[in-house]
């Protein structure tokens, strides 16, 4: 003997409303996929395009920032001013300074170690170490030209900045460092 298969029956309600929600769920999925793509290119373009993070590269910076910390660096700085730290290309490396003078001013660093901008001294705070010339092709005083910036580490004694190689022009700011996450202890 064969059995017969029973056959269930649905009624067209039913149907109908199985079929609305096939739909919606398709529907669900569209939006969420459609809502991730946009999710992931505003992250692309908020941390690849308008701000980066950049680790400090070295203690150049100390006691301010140390090596390994994490910079939050504005890419579209409309002015820059002094005591802005930012981050330039200098000496063939990804830095990180001060902006001690602005396009148009005077620099001079006098045999007793003091920085001058245009013709006074400047007292710094939050500098700990006093600011010697270094033997370079930098020679005193230099008038910085329109888009030129003198930056300075705030480790002044052996750090790597514009008494080594002179002012920095404007497009080798990559931005202004709006904020720093301490990485000491993580």
Sequence with gaps: MKKRKEEVSVSPERSIKLKRRKALDRRDIRSFIVRLVGLVLFVILLFYVIFRIIPVPNDDMRPTLRARDLQL????PTELWNNDVVVYEGG????????VARPGDTVEITEDERLMVNGSVVSEGDIYYSTPAYDSDVTYPIILG????????????????SRQFGPVQRNQIIGKVLTVLRRSGL
Excluded: Q, W
């Excluded at 063939?92 to 902006?99: A, D, M, S, V």
């Excluded at 329109?146 to 790597?160: P, Q």
């Design 73 to 76: 660096v504005y890419r579209y």
């Design 92 to 99: 063939e490396k990804t830095r990180t300074g001060r902006i």
């Design 146 to 161: 329109e888009d030129e910036y003198f930056i300075l580490s705030d480790y002044r004694e052996g750090a790597k900045d």
